[in-house]
Protein backbone atom coordinates (compact mmCIF):
# COMPACT_ATOMS: atom_id res chain seq x y z
CA UNK A 1 0.00 0.00 0.00
CA UNK A 2 1.02 3.02 -0.59
CA UNK A 3 1.80 5.41 2.18
CA UNK A 4 4.16 7.61 4.28
CA UNK A 5 6.67 6.03 6.83
CA UNK A 6 8.58 7.38 9.78
CA UNK A 7 11.35 6.56 11.27
CA UNK A 8 12.48 5.91 13.78
CA UNK A 9 8.94 5.76 15.95
CA UNK A 10 10.52 7.18 19.14
CA UNK A 11 13.77 8.77 19.18
CA UNK A 12 15.60 9.86 22.68
CA UNK A 13 18.20 12.36 22.39
CA UNK A 14 20.14 14.27 24.72
CA UNK A 15 20.07 17.96 25.92
CA UNK A 16 21.73 19.91 22.68
CA UNK A 17 22.88 16.80 20.96
CA UNK A 18 21.85 16.81 17.10
CA UNK A 19 19.14 14.70 15.89
CA UNK A 20 17.96 13.70 12.96
CA UNK A 21 14.09 11.98 11.92
CA UNK A 22 13.07 10.91 8.33
CA UNK A 23 10.15 10.49 6.85
CA UNK A 24 9.76 8.40 3.56
CA UNK A 25 6.72 8.31 1.00
CA UNK A 26 5.63 5.80 -1.92
CA UNK A 27 2.87 7.78 -2.76
CA UNK A 28 4.73 10.16 -5.49
CA UNK A 29 2.99 13.35 -3.93
CA UNK A 30 5.13 16.56 -4.26
CA UNK A 31 4.38 18.76 -1.25
CA UNK A 32 5.58 17.04 1.87
CA UNK A 33 5.30 18.75 5.72
CA UNK A 34 6.33 18.92 9.12
CA UNK A 35 4.23 18.93 12.13
CA UNK A 36 5.16 19.59 15.59
CA UNK A 37 2.35 18.28 17.71
CA UNK A 38 2.68 18.57 21.75
CA UNK A 39 0.24 17.05 24.25
CA UNK A 40 -3.75 18.29 23.99
CA UNK A 41 -2.47 20.67 21.19
CA UNK A 42 -3.39 21.15 17.29
CA UNK A 43 -0.46 19.75 15.20
CA UNK A 44 2.16 22.69 14.31
CA UNK A 45 3.27 23.40 10.82
CA UNK A 46 6.78 23.77 10.81
CA UNK A 47 7.79 23.98 7.30
CA UNK A 48 6.67 22.14 4.04
CA UNK A 49 8.55 21.73 0.29
CA UNK A 50 6.69 22.26 -2.38
CA UNK A 51 9.18 20.13 -4.60
CA UNK A 52 12.10 21.26 -4.61
CA UNK A 53 11.24 24.77 -2.63
CA UNK A 54 11.57 24.89 0.77
CA UNK A 55 9.26 26.85 2.92
CA UNK A 56 9.74 27.76 6.37
CA UNK A 57 6.76 28.98 8.93
CA UNK A 58 7.82 32.63 10.29
CA UNK A 59 7.22 31.37 13.74
CA UNK A 60 9.64 28.04 12.88
CA UNK A 61 12.90 28.54 15.62
CA UNK A 62 16.42 28.55 13.89
CA UNK A 63 17.08 25.22 15.41
CA UNK A 64 14.93 23.16 13.21
CA UNK A 65 16.00 22.32 9.92
CA UNK A 66 14.65 20.22 7.14
CA UNK A 67 16.08 18.41 3.89
CA UNK A 68 14.59 16.77 1.06
CA UNK A 69 17.20 15.14 -1.43
CA UNK A 70 14.41 13.76 -3.58
CA UNK A 71 11.04 13.05 -4.25
CA UNK A 72 10.35 10.30 -1.50
CA UNK A 73 12.42 11.36 1.28
CA UNK A 74 12.59 14.51 2.93
CA UNK A 75 13.98 14.65 6.52
CA UNK A 76 13.65 17.00 9.88
CA UNK A 77 17.16 17.69 11.68
CA UNK A 78 16.87 19.79 14.81
CA UNK A 79 20.43 21.14 15.57
CA UNK A 80 20.33 21.78 19.30
CA UNK A 81 17.22 19.88 20.90
CA UNK A 82 16.22 21.48 24.23
CA UNK A 83 14.05 20.20 26.52
CA UNK A 84 10.91 22.33 24.67
CA UNK A 85 11.10 20.45 21.46
CA UNK A 86 9.77 16.87 23.14
CA UNK A 87 6.93 16.01 21.38
CA UNK A 88 5.24 14.15 18.35
CA UNK A 89 6.81 14.97 15.11
CA UNK A 90 4.33 14.24 11.78
CA UNK A 91 5.22 13.93 8.34
CA UNK A 92 2.41 14.72 5.94
CA UNK A 93 2.23 14.45 2.32
CA UNK A 94 -0.47 15.85 -0.10
CA UNK A 95 -0.73 16.40 -4.21
CA UNK A 96 -0.97 20.37 -5.23
CA UNK A 97 -2.42 20.28 -8.56
CA UNK A 98 -5.40 22.08 -9.22
CA UNK A 99 -6.56 23.11 -5.55
CA UNK A 100 -6.25 22.17 -2.31
CA UNK A 101 -6.18 18.49 -1.55
CA UNK A 102 -6.01 15.99 1.84
CA UNK A 103 -3.07 14.95 3.69
CA UNK A 104 -1.74 12.09 4.12
CA UNK A 105 0.00 11.11 7.63
CA UNK A 106 2.58 9.26 8.79
CA UNK A 107 2.55 7.56 12.27
CA UNK A 108 4.71 10.19 13.73
CA UNK A 109 8.27 10.03 16.00
CA UNK A 110 8.39 11.02 19.49
CA UNK A 111 10.97 12.75 20.59
CA UNK A 112 12.07 12.69 24.25
CA UNK A 113 14.68 15.10 25.35
CA UNK A 114 16.66 14.15 28.41
CA UNK B 1 -4.56 35.39 10.65
CA UNK B 2 -6.45 32.28 9.98
CA UNK B 3 -7.47 29.93 12.80
CA UNK B 4 -9.52 27.07 13.58
CA UNK B 5 -11.64 26.84 16.80
CA UNK B 6 -12.84 23.29 18.40
CA UNK B 7 -14.47 24.44 21.56
CA UNK B 8 -15.18 21.14 22.94
CA UNK B 9 -11.65 20.14 24.22
CA UNK B 10 -12.90 16.56 25.69
CA UNK B 11 -16.29 15.04 25.36
CA UNK B 12 -17.72 11.67 26.96
CA UNK B 13 -20.95 9.85 25.62
CA UNK B 14 -22.26 6.32 26.48
CA UNK B 15 -22.88 3.97 23.88
CA UNK B 16 -25.23 4.88 21.33
CA UNK B 17 -25.70 8.63 22.14
CA UNK B 18 -25.70 11.14 19.30
CA UNK B 19 -22.59 13.00 18.86
CA UNK B 20 -21.95 16.48 17.40
CA UNK B 21 -18.52 18.12 17.46
CA UNK B 22 -17.75 21.84 16.70
CA UNK B 23 -15.49 23.74 14.55
CA UNK B 24 -15.20 27.26 13.46
CA UNK B 25 -13.22 28.75 11.48
CA UNK B 26 -12.04 32.31 10.54
CA UNK B 27 -11.54 33.11 7.11
CA UNK B 28 -13.75 34.73 4.39
CA UNK B 29 -12.50 32.97 1.07
CA UNK B 30 -12.60 30.16 -0.77
CA UNK B 31 -11.85 27.30 2.03
CA UNK B 32 -11.43 23.05 1.91
CA UNK B 33 -12.48 22.13 5.19
CA UNK B 34 -11.29 18.59 6.75
CA UNK B 35 -12.17 16.41 9.66
CA UNK B 36 -9.24 13.79 10.56
CA UNK B 37 -9.44 11.31 13.41
CA UNK B 38 -6.35 10.02 15.51
CA UNK B 39 -7.20 6.57 17.45
CA UNK B 40 -5.07 5.83 20.12
CA UNK B 41 -1.79 4.87 18.99
CA UNK B 42 -2.52 5.51 15.30
CA UNK B 43 -1.66 8.16 12.86
CA UNK B 44 -4.13 10.91 11.89
CA UNK B 45 -6.60 9.52 9.20
CA UNK B 46 -9.01 11.31 7.30
CA UNK B 47 -12.84 11.39 7.87
CA UNK B 48 -14.38 13.52 5.57
CA UNK B 49 -13.75 16.39 3.52
CA UNK B 50 -15.55 19.42 2.22
CA UNK B 51 -14.56 21.29 -1.09
CA UNK B 52 -17.30 21.99 -2.91
CA UNK B 53 -20.90 21.49 -4.09
CA UNK B 54 -23.50 19.59 -1.21
CA UNK B 55 -22.39 21.22 2.03
CA UNK B 56 -23.68 18.30 4.07
CA UNK B 57 -20.62 15.80 3.24
CA UNK B 58 -20.66 11.94 4.38
CA UNK B 59 -17.37 10.25 5.34
CA UNK B 60 -16.22 6.99 6.43
CA UNK B 61 -17.50 5.04 9.57
CA UNK B 62 -20.91 6.72 9.52
CA UNK B 63 -19.52 10.35 10.32
CA UNK B 64 -21.16 13.51 8.12
CA UNK B 65 -20.31 16.90 8.69
CA UNK B 66 -22.30 19.90 7.60
CA UNK B 67 -20.87 23.03 6.07
CA UNK B 68 -22.79 26.30 7.20
CA UNK B 69 -20.99 29.58 5.04
CA UNK B 70 -22.74 31.63 7.00
CA UNK B 71 -21.85 31.16 10.66
CA UNK B 72 -17.76 29.67 9.17
CA UNK B 73 -18.61 25.87 10.71
CA UNK B 74 -18.35 22.49 9.77
CA UNK B 75 -19.62 20.77 12.59
CA UNK B 76 -19.02 16.75 12.56
CA UNK B 77 -21.81 14.58 13.50
CA UNK B 78 -22.72 10.90 14.29
CA UNK B 79 -26.40 9.44 15.14
CA UNK B 80 -24.82 6.78 17.49
CA UNK B 81 -21.84 6.25 18.83
CA UNK B 82 -19.74 3.25 19.21
CA UNK B 83 -16.85 2.29 21.90
CA UNK B 84 -14.79 2.00 18.87
CA UNK B 85 -14.88 5.66 17.90
CA UNK B 86 -12.93 6.77 20.93
CA UNK B 87 -10.14 9.21 19.25
CA UNK B 88 -9.12 12.18 19.31
CA UNK B 89 -10.70 14.35 16.08
CA UNK B 90 -9.15 17.37 14.59
CA UNK B 91 -11.09 19.85 12.39
CA UNK B 92 -8.65 21.43 9.57
CA UNK B 93 -9.06 24.12 7.36
CA UNK B 94 -6.76 24.87 4.18
CA UNK B 95 -7.14 28.55 1.86
CA UNK B 96 -7.69 27.39 -1.31
CA UNK B 97 -4.66 27.27 -3.89
CA UNK B 98 -2.16 27.37 -0.86
CA UNK B 99 -0.58 23.91 0.81
CA UNK B 100 -1.25 25.23 4.22
CA UNK B 101 -3.32 23.39 6.83
CA UNK B 102 -4.81 25.25 10.26
CA UNK B 103 -5.32 22.52 12.59
CA UNK B 104 -7.92 22.90 15.78
CA UNK B 105 -6.98 22.27 18.86
CA UNK B 106 -9.03 18.67 19.03
CA UNK B 107 -11.64 17.14 20.67
CA UNK B 108 -10.86 13.74 22.85
CA UNK B 109 -13.75 11.70 22.48
CA UNK B 110 -14.24 8.78 25.12
CA UNK B 111 -17.28 6.52 24.84
CA UNK B 112 -18.26 4.42 27.45
CA UNK B 113 -19.36 0.43 26.84
Known amino acids: DAMVIQNPRYQVTQFGKPVTLSCSQT?????MYWYQQKSSQAPKLLFHYYDKDFNNEADTPDNFQSRRPNTSFCFLDIRSPGLGDAAMYLC?????????????FGPGTRLTVT | AQSVSQHNHHVILSEAASLELGCNYS??????LFWYVQYPGQHLQLLLKYFSGDPLVKGIKGFEAEFIKSKFSFNLRKPSVQWSDTAEYFC???????????FGSGTKLNVKP
Open chain 2, 92 to 102: AVIVYNFNKFY
Open chain 1, 27 to 31: LNHNV
Open chain 1, 92 to 104: ATSTSSGGAHEQY
Open chain 2, 27 to 32: YGGTVN
